[in-house]
């Protein structure tokens, strides 16, 4: 079965400062999906990036990159000059293409400090 | 465009009442689900569905009815309330459409509070 680890269950980081916040997972498949959600105060989930299992090139939106590492199996979320809208919870969640089912890790607390 | 809208955000009830957590999304989405999100756990699918008329169980179903009859509507049923179904929930929806990514669209989620 499929899991999802993050260890870090919370970060901080300087407002305009880097922070990488790590994802592990564990699968036999080759064809899948990894996401990023961010959950503010709000309670809100929002989708911060995408990649697909297939692609070797690193998704990037604006401030927010990924280094995905298939065979270590390792997916990070880099989060550069941040922002106090930046702290949130992140969730990591894995999709085997083809299915339905989605796996999500524990979540990382990102505070950011002024 | 109201995306995913669940109803009500918060409510609290007494152990053994009934309620439902109504979900409705206007995207034309065959995927449907409820999870619930409890601290440290991340969150946990309770139950799924990927058309009208079919649903299936997720991680953790016990205690917990759905059904699909429309695409639009998933409603979450709680039978018998129980202190533990306090919890906030989830509904999310997505679409699996060819060179589409599938990525989950949520609601606000729903914060239930059992007495």
């Known amino acids: 079965a499929q899991t999802v680890t993050q260890s870090q269950p919370e970060m901080s980081v300087q407002e305009a400062e880097t922070v990488t916040l790590s994802c592990t997972y564990d699968?036999?498949?080759?064809?899948?999906?990894l996401f990023w959600y961010k959950q503010p105060p709000s309670r809100q989930m929002i989708l911060v990036i995408r990649?697909?299992?297939?692609?070797?090139q690193n998704a990037t939106e604006n401030r927010f990159s990924v280094n995905f590492q298939k065979a270590a199996k390792s997916f990070s979320l880099k989060i550069s000059d941040s922002q106090l809208g930046d702290a949130a919870m992140y969730f990591c969640a894995y999709r085997t293409s083809g299915t339905y089912k989605y796996i999500f890790g524990t979540g990382t607390r990102l505070k950011v400090l002024a | 465009n109201a995306g995913v809208t669940q109803t009500p955000k918060f409510q609290v009830l007494k152990t053994g009442q009934s309620m439902t957590l109504q979900c409705a999304q206007d995207?034309?989405?065959?995927?449907m689900s409820w999870y619930r999100q409890d601290p440290g756990m991340g969150l946990r699918l309770i139950h799924y569905?990927?058309?009208?008329?079919?649903?299936d169980q997720g991680e953790v179903p016990n205690g917990y009815n759905v059904s699909r009859s429309t695409t639009e509507d998933f409603p979450l049923r709680l039978l018998s309330a129980a202190p533990s179904q306090t919890s906030v929930y989830f509904c999310a929806s997505s679409y699996h459409g060819a060179g589409m990514g599938g990525e989950l669209f949520f609601g606000e989620g729903s914060r239930l509070t059992v007495l």
């Open positions: 990649q697909e299992a297939y692609k070797q």
């Open positions: 995207m034309n989405h065959e995927y």
């Open positions: 569905s990927v058309g009208a008329g079919i649903t």
């Open positions: 699968t036999s498949e080759s064809d899948y999906y």
